[in-house]
Structures are given as structure tokens and as C-alpha cells.
């Protein structure tokens, strides 16, 4: 009986070791907020315009849930994964917009980890994801994606097929290598992508820098981004739905950020440049007008992007926040740039380490192409401005 007992207890020491040294967490942010619009384009489109009422999912931050896990292997090695899947928590539906019927579209990776640093394979974004800390993206999110934040991959555009190489931190320096493969048949270079990063963290400063370049393939590396086929109203399309350019460099991405903590108030300022080499001829066939009218940030063949912006703590639990973010764009065949401008001022309250209410006031501003709208609605007018009241719960 006693051996029994012992035996039991033996073995119950070693499965209570076996699960200490492997874990699986479940996590998610759930973040939805009501978003009043003004000079909204309305169901007869062209000029009309109209006020808007909407309730959107993932105002900060896409509504989402994950899991993560590690074992630990000896030696200081770990295994590691995550799966994340985005939802859209005002309808229940998944967050697919951008790789249909992906379920886990937000992330799916596993690899090693250890004193050499970290590496995964598998669909994840770049290092513009981790530097948007130190940018507008933290504290506005979504709410800046159209001034030029999504464009430049600080919203975190995934990358699909890829593997990646994080250093450990290194006296406050961590870089990062991405690979992405096009995996097309004849050719390495079609629907490749790869990006060369790193940041630097030292007390109250905060440094950042990323490349990122996509090539054009029939299978992109992000089916959302730089080699998908734009078709125009009229007759005008981007010549690089040519299957001749093909392993072309679609986009070049570079972003340079900063940020400084002064006491209760992060100041923050950074440059983004995108080029877009295909975007080509892309108004042939258009009128004056209808150029203007088509003439988007996702069609330009040049755009840069610069930001400024603090958030202020006014206690622990409350925040005071405002950005300003400025975009220039060129355009093949348009001889003017085009220009947007976003002013952004907001309140975060933290009720708990897990829950916030945010209240936000944006106005964004265009001249000579068209305006994205502040939220998810276009609007014709050349400004328009909206307010959105949220609240977020992370778990």
C-alpha cells in the first residue's frame, strides 16, 4: 500500500513537472465603438453626400481571438505558436476583408525560441506592426488607417508563406529579418516579399526603423496589398495587372519612428515613404475630373506620410491624446500631388488593466484626389469629420 502511494505520488510530481514546463493561452480583444460621419457618400453616390451613423468593430484595435503557447524544450530552447483569427464582433462574422475565408488571417505561426532570439513560419506581419507602438496607430488605431497608416504597413499587413528571425534583445537593440516566399513555379521572385528592421528601447526613448518590399505575383505574399489588380471607373486600369510584371517590385516601404517619454506626456513623430512602381498609367481614359475623383492613396506611385502626436496622462487611468498626420501622393499622368490631412484628438479612460472607454474627434482634409473618409465611408466633400465614442475589453 505504502509503495502504491509512493508510486502515485512519483508520478504525480512528474506530470505536474510535464505541465509546467508546456502552456496554451487563450486570449482576444473585443473593441467596438459608434461612429457619427459626416459628408458620407450616399446609395445615389457621386456628389451626394450625407451624414452617417455606424457601429464598427475594431476602432483601436481588431476585434480578435488567439492562442498562444510554449514548451519549454531544455537548454534555454522553447517551442512556440500562435493562431489568431480577427471577427467582427457588430455582426459575429470573421474579419476576412482582406484573404477570404483565411480563419486564422491574423496570425499563424510556430517555431523556436531562445538566447539567440526567436523564429517562426508561417502568415505574420512585419516589423512595422512592432514599431507602430511608438506612432498614432497606438492610441488612434484604425482611426488614422486611411490617412496613410495602412498604407504604410504600420497597421500591420500580414505576410503570408514567410519566415522570420527576431534577435533577443540586445543592451536595448532588437532587429528583425522577414522572408516571404510567392511559392510560384518558374519563378522565385513573383509574389516574393522580404523586410530588414529594428528598434531600440532606452529608458524613455523609443527608435524604430523598417524596409519592407512586395513584388507582384499571382499569388502575393498579401493578397490585400501592391499586387492585387485595381479596375477605375471608365476605362482606366493599373497597368500592372499585366502578367508581364510579374516578380516586379510592386512596393517599397521604409518607416522611421520616434518617441520620447516627458513625464506624464509621450511625444511621438514619424516618416513613412511608399513607392509603388506598377502603379502606372493609371488614369488613361479619365477625365479631369474622374482622375481627381479615382485618385487614392492605394493608386499613388509615390506617397509620404509624416506624424506628429502626444498622449498626455493625466492621472494613471486617463489619457489626453491628439496626432496630426500629413500625406503627400503622386500620381502617373496627374501633374498635381495630392494631399491629405488628418487631425485627431481623443480620451482613453482605463476602468481596469483590462477594459477602456475611448471618445475620439477626427477631421481629415483632401486636395487634389479623392477622400478615404475617417472611419470606412468615403467622402466626396473635401473634408469630413467624425466622432466615435468605444469601449475595448481585452481577455
Given amino acids: ?34 461612429t457619427y460621419q459626416s459628408k458620407a457618400v450616399t446609395a445615389a453616390g457621386g456628389t451626394n453626400t450625407g451624414s452617417k451613423f455606424t457601429v464598427n468593430s475594431g476602432v483601436i484595435q481588431g476585434s480578435r481571438l488567439g492562442f498562444k503557447g510554449v514548451e519549454d524544450l531544455g537548454g534555454g530552447l522553447s517551442a512556440v505558436f ?59 488605431g484604425g482611426v488614422t488607417q486611411n490617412s496613410g497608416s495602412a498604407l504604410n504597413r504600420l497597421q500591420g499587413t500580414r505576410t503570408q508563406n514567410s519566415v522570420s ?44 526603423i523598417n524596409y519592407y518590399q512586395a513584388k507582384a505575383g499571382t499569388s502575393p505574399s498579401d493578397t490585400s496589398l501592391y499586387a492585387t489588380p485595381t479596375t477605375l471607373s471608365g476605362t482606366a486600369t493599373a497597368t500592372y495587372t499585366s502578367t508581364a510584371t510579374y516578380g516586379s517590385s510592386a512596393a517599397k516601404v521604409l518607416n522611421v519612428v520616434a518617441s520620447y517619454q516627458f513625464g506624464p506626456a509621450r511625444v511621438y513623430g514619424n516618416w513613412s515613404r511608399v513607392k509603388q512602381d506598377l502603379n502606372t498609367q493609371a488614369f488613361t481614359g479619365l477625365t479631369t475630373a474622374n482622375n481627381l475623383l479615382n485618385a487614392t492613396l492605394g493608386l499613388s506611385k509615390k506617397a509620404d506620410m509624416f506624424e506628429l502626436g502626444t498622449a498626455y496622462s493625466l492621472t494613471p487611468s486617463l489619457k489626453l491624446l491628439a496626432a496630426v498626420d500629413y500625406t503627400t501622393a503622386t500620381f502617373d499622368g496627374l501633374s498635381s500631388k495630392g494631399k491629405l490631412t488628418q487631425f485627431n484628438l481623443g480620451t482613453d479612460y ?32 473635401a473634408s469630413q469629420t467624425a466622432v466615435t465614442v468605444g469601449i475595448r475589453h481585452k481577455f
Fill in 1 to 34: 500500500m505504502k509503495k502504491s502511494l509512493l508510486a502515485l505520488a512519483v508520478l504525480g510530481a512528474f506530470a505536474g513537472a510535464a505541465q509546467a514546463q508546456s502552456s496554451v493561452t487563450i486570449y482576444g480583444i473585443i473593441d467596438t465603438g459608434v
Fill in 82 to 140: 500562435t493562431l489568431e483569427a480577427g471577427f467582427k464582433n457588430d455582426t459575429g462574422a470573421l474579419d476576412d476583408s482582406k484573404v477570404s475565408n483565411d480563419l486564422f488571417r491574423r496570425k499563424s505561426v510556430v517555431g523556436l525560441s531562445g538566447g539567440f532570439g526567436t523564429v517562426l513560419a508561417g502568415r505574420q506581419t512585419d516589423y512595422a506592426d512592432t514599431i507602430s507602438a511608438y506612432t498614432a496607430v497606438n492610441d488612434f
Fill in 165 to 208: 528571425y527576431t534577435t533577443a534583445n540586445l543592451s536595448g537593440f532588437t532587429g528583425n529579418l522577414i522572408y516571404g516566399f510567392g511559392e510560384q513555379a518558374g519563378s522565385v521572385s513573383s509574389g516574393q516579399a522580404f523586410g530588414l528592421a529594428g528598434k531600440y528601447d532606452n529608458g524613455p526613448l523609443g527608435l524604430g
Fill in 350 to 381: 482605463w476602468l481596469s488593466k483590462r477594459t477602456d472607454l475611448y471618445a475620439f474627434l477626427s477631421n481629415i482634409r483632401a486636395k487634389d484626389m479623392k477622400n478615404p473618409g475617417t472611419v470606412d465611408t468615403t467622402g466626396n466633400d
